[in-house]
């Protein structure tokens, strides 16, 4: 469990960010609203074209992270999490607001490990969303399509 909450911590700290996973309602009384959210897949499904969209290392603003903080600044994060204990999984979405450094900017790329997202939404409406192909130190990038008109998303 401690691992968990490192990992968790690890994201939040780095901005490599968030993501948020399942929610799953719970009368558990163990388990208790937090404010964090992760939960270790047992397999994860991925598109192995994704990585052709993501920059080469040499490309990218930080070498570090999938993140493109040159194209898209996050302004606001706001997790919304339960902690089952027994589970020792944290699940729960996160609300992100962001701003695009540029009109043309169409997607946002988020630094993810270990996590399931079960769905991407802005305004109620499902975004087309990957993760890529896992990468021993970076995780999995997760890359959501963004409409013109939005400027805030929920992962769940």
Not at 82 to 100: A, P, S
């Amino acid at each position: 469990m401690i691992k968990r909450i490192v990992l968790l911590s690890f994201l939040v700290v780095s901005l490599s960010f968030l993501s948020a996973c399942q929610t799953e309602g719970t009368s558990d009384p163990s388990a208790q609203t937090s404010t964090a959210s992760v939960e270790t897949p047992e397999s994860t499904e991925t598109d192995t074209t994704i990585s052709d969209e993501l920059p080469d290392e040499a490309d990218r603003f930080d070498p570090h992270s999938f993140s493109q903080p040159d194209q898209i600044v996050i302004r606001h994060f706001e997790l919304d999490l339960v902690t089952d204990f027994d589970r020792q999984v944290l699940d729960g979405t996160v609300l992100i607001q962001f701003e695009r450094l540029s009109d043309t900017v169409d997607r946002l790329i988020l630094d993810t490990r270990d996590l399931t997202i079960s769905e991407v939404t802005a305004n109620g409406t499902a975004l087309t969303h990957q993760l890529s192909e896992v990468d021993a130190v970076l995780g999995q990038a997760l890359i959501i399509d963004l409409p013109a008109d939005v400027s805030e998303l929920r992962i769940r």
